[in-house]
């Protein structure tokens, strides 16, 4: 079958990989829509590893139920991609986002596990979750960004009436900003480099309000309008600036939550969060009921995930789908693709 896969810097290859084969555990699905998340664009800017075929937020029917009793074909399903291993103590709390297996296996982000940039799919089958039949599957493949912003925004701990500012447009960026107010943010912000996501985001009344990061004067613009720093920052880039600029524009005993996945060292002054006495909180990924709740979430029509789909491709327009959301200036926040168009 045609998958797209890593062949280079910035470039993909579509070649032919063996179909997945039913063993009776792994539930075979074939996929319906798959997300370009900003993950894969740091593994596409790499080039590394060669030969992964991408693809971890996605929708699909089910083809083979493998051990999965309560399945049959036809069911229309998504799956947390990774790979817990169920036993450890993160594992039996509900946390396997920090299970030390979960990113090992993972679909999509693994070269021995392809992910939905390809027809069908072998899913670990405790992993695999049905999906009710009033959601579309542009939707399902929506929920797994969605969980990430849901799962940075309870980890800010949010309090009503807070001042929080996102930084960074992208899906992940927004789907905080969509959650901070649902805790109960008064005001959120975001900032963006790019000009056009940054207002994507107030037009989607994701933000209250939007800033140029690059503006010099940002600091002091934030400092006036929130009388002196936010009550949490989430950052949802992943690069020195963006950081420095949620430890600056945090206030006194805030939260900065860090989401964006740094693949350099970040050069900050450790001093702003000691004399500030901050709390830097990671986050990673979801737990599984934050993953389940994005799925009700949908359902019950309580948050619309459409209005963040941009584009919906075949596998041949991949490379240029990447190219568009790397360019910087296009407004375009998710492109999903559907490997039957
Ligand atoms: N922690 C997790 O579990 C998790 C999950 C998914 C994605 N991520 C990471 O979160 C980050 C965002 O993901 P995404 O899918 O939204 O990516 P994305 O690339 O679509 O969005 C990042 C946005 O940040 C903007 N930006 C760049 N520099 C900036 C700056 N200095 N200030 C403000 N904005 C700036 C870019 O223009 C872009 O719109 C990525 O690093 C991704 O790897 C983390
Ligand atoms: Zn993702
Ligand atoms: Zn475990």
Known sequence: MK?????????????????????????????????ICGSDIHYWVNGEPKGLVMGHEFSGVVLDPGDRLDLIKGDRVTALPISPCGKCEACRN???QFCPETWN??????????????????????????VPDNI????????EPLAVGLHAAHLGRIAVGDDVL????????????????????????ITETNKARGQKAVDLKVADEY???????????????????????????????????????????????????ATDAVPTYTVMAVMKELVVQGAIAYTYNEFKSCIDLIARKQVDVLKFVDDIVPLERVQEAYERLTSGTDAAVKILVDPKK
């Open 3 to 35: 998958a797209v896969a890593i062949k280079d810097v910035k470039q993909f290859e579509i070649k032919e990989i063996p179909e997945p084969k039913a063993d009776g555990k792994k539930v075979i699905i074939e996929v319906s829509k798959t997300g």
């Open 94 to 96: 509900g946390d396997v």
């Open 105 to 130: 296996q993972a679909v999509g982000l693994s070269v021995d596990n392809p992910g939905g940039l390809t027809s069908k799919i072998a899913v670990r089958s405790d992993m695999v979750i049905k």
């Open 136 to 143: 579309k599957d542009e939707e399902v493949a929506m929920v």
């Open 166 to 189: 996102v930084i960074g447009a992208g899906i992940i960026g927004l789907a905080s900003a969509e959650f901070a107010k649902k805790e109960g943010a008064s005001y959120v912000a």
């Open 211 to 261: 800033y140029d990061a690059s503006d010099s004067d940002l600091v002091s613009k934030l400092m006036a309008k929130t009388n002196g720093g936010f009550d949490v920052v989430i950052e949802c880039v992943g690069n020195g600036a963006a950081v420095n600029s949620a430890l600056s524009l945090v206030k006194p005993g805030g939260i900065v939550v860090l989401v964006g996945v």
